[in-house]
């Protein structure tokens, strides 16, 4: 365990996410004496607090996984500062604070800043800290920012060109916390550890990959942020695009970040993006309707709390990737995410291909040989195989080896806990470079597109089901499944 040394200033220091994901990831790495004596966090916001007040919110952040006797030291290091992001005088606040800090608590100029706030603030945010001088130090600086990161990719690149002002590539952070799972992390050993299953990773030997985000929330309060959002937003162009280029990059020479960063742009690069007019046939959006037998407590989306009645906001993207690349040419990547379905349900499958005869009895039941990595809410690996019926005869029958499903924890702050860890290190192998949020964004501009031209009738499908039957056609249409949500 190598203690890092650093001052963490917190933009959004009494937000949410701060609340339930920041603070108590910081305590965790300070439980586990990743931090130890030589670090401190500035939290900084709107609203006028003491030190004191500030620290009584972080305690209560982290009660419920903290070991009471360590609480008070934790809360020591941590400081407040009320700040107009559109106010000079703000920053100089800040600045004097992080030079005191420094000498303090001997930091060596070390400097993470998280944003953790509405990203139209950014763009001022970023120029600040370069013009009030709080990036001039001898030390790092390194900047942490949440989703989205724009709303498309006109938007994208002008917030990279804000951040540009103060930050280089190699400093800025693009937190895509599904890249912090242990499952999505696990990807790269269960391929790169098993020369087996590598030997077998690519169209010779699969029939199709199937990646599924699915929710049984709906957009809860977050309405007004979702409804100018949307699932292909909100979790195809981040989330699903970092799990398929990890899941279909071809083998780095080492898992050095710039080895795998260049991996999974060359896959991202190797995606056809569809011409306009076939858009509709590849990728399918919904939208929530109420559950018929519920629809009190299962609402549609359009008469969730601050959506609007007449909203066309998709809450729910299915969809048929292909890669001209030479590894996967003509195996379809089939991509699903979606609120307020049937279950909660994060997997990753692999159908393999069954293209030799059929030696067994006829009443053999079979399964397609299928690896399915599941991230949540349980995490495992499953292996579907046939083996003989007991006795007489000649007949196969299903079975499965799988790893022990372990339940996730659904609170625990694991994902904010590593990227913190990373960022720290300075190991950016599972943040989002830019190369690869501009492709993201080309192909998901494009499927707007497709998708004003000929809007489909929404909402299409009920609260609690397991999404639009055009999904279920889509996959149809090469003679396929979806893998069962439940
Ligand atoms: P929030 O609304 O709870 O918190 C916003 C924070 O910004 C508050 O501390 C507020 O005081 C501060 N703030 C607002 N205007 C300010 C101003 N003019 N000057 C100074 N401070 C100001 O938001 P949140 O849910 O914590 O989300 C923060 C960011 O993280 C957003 O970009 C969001 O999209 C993203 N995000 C949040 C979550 C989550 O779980 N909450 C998950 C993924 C991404």
């Known amino acids: 365990i190598t203690e890092e040394t650093a001052l963490i200033t917190i933009f959004g220091g009494t937000g949410d996410l701060a609340n339930r994901k920041l603070y108590p990831a910081i305590y965790r790495l300070y439980a586990k004496g990743f931090l130890k004596e030589n670090f401190a966090v500035i939290g900084t916001a709107r609203r006028q607090l003491t ?12 009660a419920s996984i903290a070991d009471k006797s360590h609480i ?4 020591s290091h941590f400081y407040y500062r009320s700040h107009d992001v559109t106010n000079k005088e703000s920053y100089k606040v800040l600045l004097d604070l992080s030079n005191e800090l420094d000498t303090t608590y001997h930091l060596k100029g070390n400097r993470v800043f998280f944003l953790a706030m509405a990203p139209t603030f950014f763009n001022e945010i970023a120029i600040r800290l370069k013009s009030e001088g709080l990036v001039a130090t001898k030390g790092y600086q390194r900047l942490m920012i949440e989703k989205p990161f724009g709303h498309d990719l006109a938007s994208a690149q002008e917030l990279n060109d804000a951040l540009g002002h103060a930050f280089n590539e190699n400093q800025i952070y693009r937190i895509d916390h599904y890249l912090g799972k242990e499952m999505v992390q696990n990807v790269s050993a269960i391929r790169f550890a098993n020369p087996m299953i590598e030997a077998l990773w690519n169209n010779r030997h699969i029939s199709n990959v199937q990646v599924t985000l699915a929710e049984e929330l709906g957009v809860e309060e977050r309405g007004g942020y979702y409804d100018n959002s949307g699932a292909l937003r909100d979790m195809f162009q981040n989330h699903i695009l970092q799990v398929v280029s990890l899941l279909l990059m071809d083998f780095p020479l080492t898992l050095d970040k710039a080895e795998i960063r260049a991996e999974k742009v060359r896959l991202l690069r190797s995606l056809d993006v569809p011409e ?3 858009v509709n ?5 919904g939208q929530y309707d109420a559950n018929p037998t519920d629809p009190q407590t299962f609402k549609a989306y359009r008469s969730e709390e601050n959506v609007s009645p007449t909203s066309t906001t998709e809450t729910y993207v299915a969809g048929k ?6 590894r996967w040419n003509g195996v379809p990547i089939y991509i699903r995410t979606g609120k307020r379905l049937s279950n909660k349900k994060t997997n990753i499958v692999i159908e393999f291909k069954n293209d030799r005869p059929d030696l067994f009895d006829d009443s053999s039941e079979k399964v397609a040989n299928t690896l399915v990595i599941e991230i949540a809410p349980n995490e495992s690996i499953t292996l579907k195989l046939n083996v003989k019926v007991p006795g007489l005869g000649l007949a196969t029958q299903p079975t499965q080896l799988q790893t022990a499903a372990d339940a996730v924890d659904q609170n625990a702050p694991e994902a904010y806990e590593k990227v913190i860890h990373d960022c720290l290190r300075g190991d950016a192998t599972y943040f989002s470079h830019w190369d690869e949020v501009a492709l993201s964004w080309q192909l998901a501009d494009r499927i707007y597109e497709g998708w004003k031209l000929s809007p489909t009738e929404l909402p299409n499908y009920d609260s609690g089901s397991a999404g639009p039957i055009a999904a279920d056609e889509l996959l149809a249409r090469d003679g396929h499944t979806w893998y069962p949500l439940s």
């Open 321 to 326: 990737l292909t890669s001209h690349s030479d």
């Open 51 to 62: 030190d004191a007040l500030f620290r009584e919110r972080v305690a209560s952040s982290i």
């Open 72 to 75: 008070q030291a934790f809360v």
């Open 281 to 285: 046939n590849l990728f399918v959006p």
């Open 276 to 278: 306009l007019d076939v």
